[in-house]
């Protein structure tokens, strides 16, 4: 009896020492993958940090204006060719619009003497 206690004992010890072995493999592989996760991320985050950079170059005033003189043949504006509002033509006529009727009862608003708005059922 105490030679079948011993054994179950010992059968006991070696699971419990194969468990150990076990779980202390896996949590050196998961601090590997962790480490290797963390290294990875941090040269995402130095990637970004690099974009953002270039990205701060690329917006550059300065830069655009450059380009858009060379390629597009773009120039500043001449403060002498601004002109005040009161000197645009006026778009609509003085007079009043009117309304006028089409076949199938619709209602159109017409601004100028003509009749026929172009385009629409007679």
């Known amino acids: 009896m105490i030679r079948l206690l011993n054994a179950i004992a010992f059968l ?3 699971s419990l020492a194969v468990a150990l072995y076990l779980a202390k493999t896996e949590a ?6 962790l ?3 963390q ?6 985050r130095r ?6 950079v270039e990205i701060a170059h690329l917006e550059e005033p300065d830069r655009l204006r450059a380009l858009a003189r060379r390629y597009l043949g773009f120039e500043p504006l001449d403060p002498n060719r ?3 509002l009161s000197d645009l033509p006026m778009l609509m006529d003085a007079q009043e619009p009117r309304e006028v009727e089409r076949p ?3 209602l159109v608003v017409s601004d100028s003497g003509d009749s026929d708005l172009g385009g629409g059922p007679q």
Do not use: D, F, N, P
């Open 39 to 44: 290294a990875e991320l941090a040269e995402e």
């Open 28 to 33: 050196k592989g998961a601090q590997e993958r």
């Open 104 to 106: 199938g009862g619709l």
């Open 82 to 84: 601004e002109v005040a």
């Open 12 to 14: 006991v010890a070696v």
């Open 47 to 52: 990637q970004i940090s690099v974009l953002t």
């Open 35 to 37: 480490e290797h996760l």
